[in-house]
């Protein structure tokens, strides 16, 4: 069996570093994910999503906080390609989803 990663969601990152009120269920499924040596990786899109967040609440020292996390645990940033984004649009349309959802 190959390496196990995990795609990890905006949400996910946002209630860590927010603080919201699942922040702890957060933290504990990156524990998990750590004891059991998997990956984690998210999208550009994720990644710009959590920078536009943060800068709006005036908060650029978490991100770059949050960036050298990243580097540091070796998450995968993972990109897109034209062809992707219509496949995103397919979904929507198939899912009845929003297109950050798909």
């Known amino acids: ?3 196990q990663i995990f795609l990890i969601d905006t949400s996910i990152f946002l209630e860590v570093l927010l603080g919201q ?3 702890e269920e957060c933290l504990l499924l990156f524990e998990q994910i750590t004891v059991n040596n998997y990956r984690v990786a998210f999208t550009t899109f994720a990644l710009y999503s959590i920078g536009l967040k943060l ?3 005036e908060m650029q020292a978490s991100f770059l906080r949050f960036l050298a996390n ?3 645990f070796d998450f995968l940033l993972i990109g897109s390609e034209f062809k992707d984004e219509e496949d995103v649009l397919a979904i929507c349309s198939a ?3 929003s297109f950050d959802d798909a």
């Open 1 to 3: 069996m190959g390496e």
């Open 21 to 23: 009120k699942r922040a």
């Open 55 to 57: 800068e709006t609440r």
């Open 70 to 72: 990243c580097k540091q």
């Open 95 to 97: 899912q009845r989803l």
